[in-house]
C-alpha cells in the first residue's frame, strides 16, 4: 500500500462500485448485452402536412354552396347527410325540421360534397391510422428494469418515454379532430425535443453496454484495473495513517543513517585498535597466548571460579588464580573434576607447542587417557567437542592420535563425528574410507594378559545389550557375570550421574543388607573392567548378586529400565 501513490483526481469508482462490477464480471454466465436501438419517429410527408392545413369545404358550384360560405357550416351540414338518407318519404328535414323532398335535398347536398371533397377525407383517415400504427408500434424497452447494469437510467428513461407517447397521442387527437371538422385547418406539435431527450438516454445506456462489453471480452484487463481501482480507494481512505507513517518512516530512516554513520565510526576504531593489539601481540611470548587460550576455554566450559596467569614475567609458568582468595593453596581448593579440567586444558597448549620451539612445526602422536574419569556428565560433551575440534580436525599438526576411554556414551560421543558425513554409503564402502583416517579398537584383559581387537561404528550400540545377555544367562561363567553388572552400572550411571550410584551405596536398605556385601565389594574397586576380577570365586552367589543388582535400580529409581533390560536374550 505504501508503494500506492495518492490519487490527485476524485476517483471514477467507490469500493461499492467496484464490488457490483466484480460481481458481474466474475459471473459464469455473464455474456455481451445488446445495443438498444434509437427510437425513431416518421414524420409526415409534405402533401401530407398541406392537407392538414388544407380548409376542406363542399363544391363552389351548388345551389347550397353560397350559404354554407356564408353559414360556415359545411362541416356540420355534411355530418348531417347521413340523417337526410335514412328519412322516409314523406321526409323531414334533420336541419330544420321541415317537410321535404328527400331525393331533391339529397342530390343537392351531394353535389356540395364533391368527389374531390371525399378523396380529401379519406387522406385524413390514411393519415390517422398510420400515425396510430407509429404510435401502437414503439413500445418500452424492459432493459432498463430488468439489467442491474442499466437500473441507473430506468427512471429516467420512463419519463422521457411517457413525455413522447403523451406528445403522440396529442398529435393523433388533432388529427382526429381534422377528420371531424374537415373545414379547420391543423398544424401538429413538433416532437423533436422529446425524442431527442429519450434518445440521449439510450445513448448514454447504449455506452455504458459497449464499456460493459469491452470489459468482458478483456475480462483480464479490466480485473487489473478494478484492482488498481480497489487500493487507490484503499490509500485514499488510509491516507491519514500512511501519511503519519512515512513521516515516522522518514525520521525513522535519518536516525538510521545517523546510527550506521556511527556504527562504522565506532567499527573503523575497533579496527584500529585490533590493529594495534595485533601488532602489539607480535612483542608478546607464546605463553601469554597460552594463558589467553585456557582461560578462554574455562569461560566456554561454564568455568568462571578461577583462572590461570603468568607466575613470572620472564618464565614460562602459570599459576592459578581465585577470586577473593589467597594465592595460597588454591589447587588443592580445586575439585578433581576441576583439577582434571585444567590438567586437560594445559594438555592441549602443551601439544600445540611453543612458537620458538624447535619442534613446533614437527609432527606429533597424542595418547589422551580417559580424559572425562573425573567429570560430572555435564562436561561428557564439552571435552568430546573439545577433542574433536583440537585434535580430529587438525590431522596436519598430529601425526596420530589415541583416545582411550571406558566410557560408552564419550566413546559414542566421539566416534560418531567422522563417522556421520558418510553414513550413507554401503558397509564395506564405510569401512574403506574409514580406514584412512580412523579405526575403534576394544582392549580385552585376561588372565593371559591385554588383548587388542578391531571392532565396527555399528557394535557400539550393541555392547550395552550384550553386557545384559550375560547377566540374565544364569549358566555363565560367574566372574564374566559379575563384570558385567559392573560394566552396566558403570555406563548407565556415568551417563545419568556418578552421584547417584554413590547415594544408592549409603542408602539404609543396601547398608544393612549383609547379602549385598560382596556384591558391593566387587563394584566398588577402583580397576577399570576385565573378565577376572573377582579372587575368591566362592564369594559369588548368582542370586544375591542379581537380587543386589535389581536393588541398585529400584533405589536410584530405574526399575522400569531394570525390567525392560532384564528381558533380554531370555528365550532368544
Known sequence: MLGISKSTTPLLKTIEDIKEELQVLLDKNATNIENISNVQIYNLTEDEIVLLKKEITGSKNSTFSTLLDKLQNSD????????????????????????????HLLDELKSCFNKSYEQDKLKLQHIYDNYRRQIDSIS?????????????????YESAFEKLKSSLN?????????????????????????????????????????DFNKKIDQKDLTLKELKKLFWENIRLKYDVIITNYQEEESSFDKEQKNFDSEILRIKMEIDKQ?????????????????????????????????????????????????????????????????????????????????????????????????????????????????????FFTSSKVYEQIFVLTHNLYFFYELAKAPYRDI????????EKEHKKEFNLFRIIKSTKGSSI????????????????????????????????????????????????????????????????????????????????????????????????????????????????????????
Open 423 to 430: 553414513k550413507r554409503l554401503k558397509d564395506e564402502e564405510q
Open 140 to 156: 418500452i424497452d424492459t432493459s432498463f428494469e430488468q439489467n442491474n447494469l442499466l437500473k441507473e437510467f430506468s427512471s429516467k
Open 453 to 572: 581387537t578391531t571392532m565396527k561404528y555399528s557394535e557400539i550400540q550393541n555392547d550395552y545389550q550384550m553386557y545384559w545377555s550375560v547377566v540374565n544367562d544364569k549358566n555363565s561363567k560367574p566372574a564374566l557375570i559379575a563384570n558385567c553388572m559392573r560394566n552396566i552400572i558403570d555406563y548407565f550411571f556415568g551417563f545419568i550421574e556418578n552421584n547417584a550410584l554413590s547415594g544408592v551405596f549409603q542408602k539404609k536398605e543396601f547398608k544393612d543388607n549383609i547379602n549385598y556385601q560382596a556384591f558391593y565389594r566387587y563394584i566398588n574397586r577402583e580397576s577399570h573392567s576385565d573378565n577376572v576380577n573377582i579372587y575368591d570365586m566362592k564369594e559369588f552367589d548368582y542370586d544375591s548378586f542379581q537380587e543386589a543388582f535389581h536393588e541398585v535400580f529400584i533405589l536410584a529409581g530405574y526399575e522400569e529400565h531394570y525390567n525392560k533390560m532384564s528381558k533380554i536374550g531370555i528365550n532368544d
Open 274 to 390: 585490533v590493529n594495534i593489539i595485533t601488532e602489539q601481540s607480535k612483542l608478546v611470548s607464546n605463553i601469554d597466548e597460552a594463558v589467553i587460550s585456557i582461560n578462554n576455554r574455562l569461560i566456554e566450559l561454564g568455568i568462571d571460579s578461577f583462572k590461570i596467569e603468568k607466575y613470572d614475567k620472564d618464565k614460562a609458568e602459570y599459576k592459578l588464580v581465585r577470586s577473593e582468595e589467597s594465592e595460597d593453596n588454591i589447587f588443592e581448593s580445586l575439585s578433581e573434576g576441576e583439577k582434571m579440567i585444567i590438567s586437560f586444558l594445559y594438555f592441549i597448549e602443551e601439544c600445540r607447542g611453543k612458537d620458538d620451539s624447535k619442534t613446533a612445526d614437527k609432527k606429533k602422536i597424542v595418547v589422551i587417557d580417559d580424559p572425562i574419569s573425573s567429570l560430572s556428565h555435564i562436561y561428557v560433551f564439552n571435552i568430546g567437542t573439545l577433542i574433536k575440534s583440537e
Open 76 to 103: 356540420w351540414v355534411n355530418s348531417g347527410l347521413k340523417y337526410v338518407e335514412k328519412q322516409t318519404e314523406p321526409a323531414q328535414c334533420p336541419f330544420c325540421q321541415q317537410k321535404i323532398d328527400k331525393q
Open 170 to 210: 396529442r398529435n393523433l387527437d388533432i388529427i382526429k379532430d381534422k377528420i371531424s371538422t374537415p373545414s379547420k385547418q391543423i398544424t401538429l406539435n413538433p416532437l423533436i425535443t422529446e425524442l431527442t431527450s429519450l434518445n440521449e438516454i439510450i445513448k448514454l445506456a447504449n455506452d455504458k453496454i459497449n
